[in-house]
T-cell receptor, first 112, second 114 residues
């Protein structure tokens, strides 16, 4: 069955460092992958989408990579700030598939 | 646009009672999704609609759960009868229906079944 795993439940890093979150998937051949941010008591919010033919995508301090051979996506936040503290969710999907399944999420805490 | 609107935000009920959660998607979006989130299982897709038609309800846990979308601006998720294990946060999301369209989530309905 399809499985989406994110590296760890919780990740603590020092302010100013780069946070790296991992999303691994099995029994999937996604054509694209989305990343979302969720704050406590709120719904997830879309951050970035990367397609299978894109190795890397950047948006301000965010960078996402997509390795279809390793079946893995990495999500980086450079120069991290306490305001980046949140849970981050990945969602790989097939082209034309309207349904979107999410990983378990990684709770990031940036320590001042 | 006000975004996806869900009600109620919080619901506390007793086991055996009927629960109805409501969702108003973003105007113009033609796909609507219901998710359930718990600490143990994360964010689970329950059902999604395309142009008001249920496309995939394989995530609905059991017959006690039902969802409807009578028109493009309104959907309900009903649990009857409710059980303590149904306690969770239920999210509604909508999208434009494009194959890579991002999902816009509501703020969720936190359900507690005693």
């Amino acid at each position: 069955s399809q499985k989406i795993e994110q590296n760890s439940e919780a990740l603590n890093i020092q302010e100013g460092k780069t946070a790296t979150l991992t999303c691994n998937y099995t029994n999937y051949s996604p054509a694209y992958l989305q990343w979302y941010r969720q704050d406590p008591g709120r719904g997830p919010v879309f951050l970035l989408l990367i397609r299978e033919n894109e190795k890397e995508k950047r948006k301000e301090r965010l960078k996402v990579t997509f390795d279809t051979t390793l079946k893995q996506s990495l999500f980086h936040i450079t120069a991290s700030q306490p305001a980046d503290s949140a849970t981050y969710l990945c969602a790989p999907a097939q082209t034309g598939a309207n349904n979107l399944f999410f990983g378990t999420g990684t709770r990031l805490t940036v320590i001042p | 646009d006000a975004g996806v609107i869900q009600s109620p935000r919080h619901e506390v009920t007793e086991m055996g009672q009927e629960v109805t959660l409501r969702c108003k998607p973003i105007s113009g979006h033609n796909s609507l999704f219901w998710y359930r989130q718990t600490m143990m299982r994360g964010l689970e897709l329950l059902i999604y609609f395309n142009n008001n038609v249920p496309i995939d309800d394989s995530g609905m846990p059991e017959d006690r759960f039902s969802a409807k979308m009578p028109n493009a601006s309104f959907s309900t998720l009903k649990i009857q009868p409710s059980e303590p294990r149904d306690s969770a946060v239920y999210f509604c999301a909508s999208s434009s229906g494009l194959s890579t369209g991002e999902l816009f989530f509501g703020e969720g309905s936190r359900l507690t079944v005693l």
